[in-house]
């Protein structure tokens, strides 16, 4: 994959944070290092989102929220933002290690619809009027940025997930998300 330049949301988390965070003490990060291996190197990692403004009614208050989906295969969880990010808050980044969109646009919305409703039904199910939603994409996509620690040994190598957005280490679904791309590239 050739290295133009992207347009990403900047990281909140620096790589000495990073490497920190896979190698804290705890359960988790001994529990990896025990089950698969010692951590062996960490890379960013780039995805597409597309933003959606979608609007629905939860009893008689009208809401309006703007969400991000991960224009893959929709799979990773929605971020969500208060406005438009402005340019001062994106980046500019040459990386190898970016996805490319691949979801077509009929079956994003189709998982997003799906998505919200979880959402809106945990909210309030009985104050959902109606399930109707009114979804609007928003023009082009950005990229959120993700580190990846790479964790084994010989021949059994096993990735996690740290979001370098929202300072959080993901669960098995963006770990299997990554692996698979990483068989594909």
């Known amino acids: 994959m050739d290295t133009a330049a992207i347009r990403t949301l900047k990281p909140n988390v620096t790589q000495k944070e990073a490497v920190q965070a896979f190698s804290a003490p705890g359960f988790s990060a001994l529990y990896w290092r025990m089950r698969i291996g010692p951590l062996q190197k960490i890379a960013d990692a780039y995805v597409p989102f597309w933003l959606y403004r ?3 009614e939860l009893g008689r ?12 295969d929709g799979s990773l969880d929605l971020f969500e933002f208060p406005r438009i990010p402005e340019q001062r808050e994106l980046i500019s980044v040459d990386s190898r290690n970016r996805m490319a969109p691949s979801l077509a646009a ?8 799906e998505k919200v409703l979880r959402v809106v039904f945990q909210q309030g ?6 399930a109707r939603l009114d979804v609007v994409r928003e023009a082009g996509e950005m990229y959120l940025p993700y580190w990846l ?9 096993r990735c996690r997930v740290l979001d370098a957005v929202r300072r959080r280490i993901e669960g098995a679904k963006a ?4 692996e698979q791309w990483g068989k594909h590239t």
């Not at 208050?61 to 893959?72: E, F, I, K, N, W």
């Not at 009929?106 to 619809?113: F, N, V």
């Not at 620690?149 to 190598?157: A, P, Q």
């Open 149 to 157: 620690g790479f964790y084994g040994g010989s021949g059994s190598v």
């Open 106 to 113: 009929e079956r994003g919305e189709e998982i997003l619809r």
């Open 61 to 72: 208050t009208s809401h309006t929220r703007l969400l991000a989906l991960d224009a893959v």
């Open 54 to 56: 979608v609007r629905y």
């Open 125 to 130: 199910f009985f104050k959902l009027r109606e």
């Open 175 to 178: 770990s299997a998300f990554f």
